[in-house]
């Protein structure tokens, strides 16, 4: 929790991000992911200073409970001074046991962004879904709060001026933006109308533009004019080499390869219009929406369709 210093902006960790989306998709499934397109409404848990305090606790987190349909879960909340906003003991249940920081007692507005993130560690302990150290797994739970509904909360709970400041989870602003972005451009949500930071909407704004970047990237036929232009280049320069092994041109999300060369990804194609080429050659994008990695063959129009997240991408390769 960033309390009166400086806040880390921008995109540090937009790789452990994606990778977090991605294995969302993986571990829940497409339908399952289907079932959060509604996100917890600010009605369900708003705070208040003059509300009581433990029960109006207990009120948000059977929210959250709710939200992420843990019916079998009970949470029992307490305050106690420490560094970090919040602390949860991840043990057998059905009782789990979340610590919160004193500051909340006189901060309410904000329990609920805090007990987004500390539920969240619960539904992926008990999805056994986890990344390797404490960083990237606590990334892995603002993206999975953020991408389920209930982490504009935490986004909201980011607050900046030139004396103070305040910011909830691992995940800088624009990241949290992103991600809700992504969010809001697979259910048709737009989660800004909840915001009651200047600097949580800019924030998102911010992260929308990147989402939206996503879609617009070669061989995808909505990229620009620049990067066809410099998508063309790559594939001629990997067509004209005489034995093309895997080639990454530098700075950009596809790859090229061989035709023939084995790879398990999640997609479906059917090719059109057939391009000639000195070889046969295959690219390799990531999904804009899942970020599974999607393998084509260059042959001009292909549309494609992930197997794990189910978009259906029309490309020209």
């Not at 937009?14 to 009605?43: C, G, H, M, W």
Request: glycine share 8%.
């Amino acid at each position: 929790m960033a309390n009166g210093g400086p806040v880390e902006h921008g995109y540090p960790h937009l790789e452990t991000v994606r990778a977090a989306i991605n294995a969302l998709y993986k571990r829940l499934s497409y339908d399952t992911v289907q079932t959060f397109s509604t996100s917890v409404a600010p009605v369900d848990v708003a705070f208040c200073d003059t509300d009581d305090l433990y029960p109006g606790v207990q009120r948000v987190a059977r929210e959250m409970v709710r939200h992420y349909r843990l019916p079998d879960a009970r949470m029992i909340v307490g305050f106690r001074a420490m560094t970090h906003a919040a602390n949860v003991e991840l043990a057998a249940g059905p009782e789990y046991f979340i610590e919160l920081n004193d500051r909340f007692r006189t901060h309410r507005r904000d329990i609920g962004a805090a007990l987004a993130h500390e539920v969240m560690h619960i539904y992926l302990h008990r999805l056994d879904l986890s990344f390797p150290g404490m960083r990237d797994n606590e990334i892995l739970t603002d993206t999975a709060a953020a991408y389920l509904g209930a982490g504009w909360l935490l986004l909201d709970a980011f607050r900046e001026d030139a004396t103070s400041s305040q910011k909830l989870g691992y995940l800088t602003p624009e990241e949290f933006g992103y991600v809700l972005a992504k969010r809001a451009l697979v259910f048709d949500e737009d989660p800004a109308i909840w915001f009651t930071s200047p600097q949580a909407y800019t924030a998102y704004t911010a992260g929308m533009e990147l989402a939206c970047r996503d879609t617009r990237q070669p061989p995808l036929t909505a990229a620009g004019w620049a990067g066809r232009r410099r998508y063309a280049r790559d594939r001629r320069h990997a067509q004209d080499q005489h034995s093309p092994a895997a080639a990454q041109p530098d700075g950009v999300p596809y790859s090229f390869s061989p035709a023939g060369r084995e790879q398990h990804d999640g997609q479906q194609g059917h090719d059109h219009d057939r391009h000639g080429g000195h070889h046969p050659l295959r690219v390799s994008f990531p999904c804009p929406t899942c970020h599974q990695r999607i393998r084509v063959p260059v042959r001009g129009r292909v549309r494609a369709r992930c197997g794990v997240c189910r978009t259906v991408l029309e490309c020209d390769t």
